[in-house]
């Protein structure tokens, strides 16, 4: 009955404590010196004692900690008369709640050694075995280096049971910060500086130029630009993004205006330039000279003329005596420098018609060449072209037609 009575009243002043101000911190080791009594019960016949004791401690967390235990206690028996001195040493497990209040309450738990030597007349004996305990405790913290505590601890092992409670000074030293003074002020707030007004961004600038303004129709114009205070640059249309400074050819095909759109921080400036296209003048209308009326223009401008030169049969080899002949042709191609036309070979039907056409491809092909060669013209004036026996003008079924079939004709055009 006096155990449950200690225990409650110790659990009602915990159960209240809620004064905030200094406590249990972690990191900390201390030193506990402790004073009180031990009552036993049941069937040991021991007289309620004084005890003494001492606890060496350290915090893990504000909230858990271990301590190692020493208490001694000399009592006696209420049978016989003999004295018997009680010693126990081990270790308890703390966990504090509310460890930043002023009155810190916890539980604990641990195991130790209970050692009971036993002194009467003839008779000396020393048991000790082992004993589990538990219960509850509290801490006042006067300053930040000293608090009271208070402990009531049920012992318990098979053959003894006991009731241990203790008052005594708890002193904390070293680990983290010392907890605050009650007596210290409170810290004064640092005044704040009110913020300065922030200065005006500069506002950017630009500035567009075409040069020359004005240009003729497939000319090219200079679009040149400077700008300050920007970050980026736009031009439109058909140049876009470009650095804050620099320039750019542009051949444009119309009157065109352009605008250069430049950002800053300070916001945004636009620049313009125009360029006026201007329709180049007609070109001038230059005469077409007729061809002159002279016997070679009469003979060969703008129409077919046959040339007097006869080959030997399936040959293609020009003969001297035909050589006046083509320098007819030779010397109306000077006369006329813009003449250009054809020379077509033509057969009669004597042979097939594959035969015909290599042979009347090759007669005019000599003939072209020869013209070239002899009287320089230039090779891009003259084509050569063989119709065999495809366009005849006579009978193939005389002497006479054919005769007039195997021909050579001349064929220009006269600017």
Known sequence: MNKVCVMLTVGTVLAMSTIASAGNKGGTFSVSPVVGGITFEGDTKLETSPLFGGRLGYNFTDSLGIEALFDYSKTKSRLVDNTMDFYRYGGDLLYHFMPDNKLVPYVAAGFAGMNFNEVAPGITSNKTKGVFDYGLGAKYFVTEDVAWRADVRHLVNN???????????YIPFGGGPSVAKLADPPPVPTPVA????????PAPLVKLTATPPSVTKGQSSTLSWTSKNTTTCDIQPDVGSVMPNGSKVVTPDKDILYTAV??????IAKGIATITVVEPPPAPVVPVAKPKETPAAVRFCNKPAILMINFDTDKYNIKPQYHNELKTVGDFLKEFPGAKGVIEGHTDSTHTKAYNQKLSE???NSVKEYII???GIDPSRIASKGYGKEKPIATNKTVEGRAKNRRIVANFTCD
């Open 159 to 169: 053959d003894y049971q006991a009731l241990e409670y203790t008052i005594g000074l």
């Open 194 to 201: 009110k913020p300065l007004p922030a200065l005006p961004l």
């Open 262 to 267: 430049c950002k800053g921080e300070g916001g």
């Open 362 to 364: 090759r007669r005019a």
């Open 373 to 375: 060669k002899n009287f």
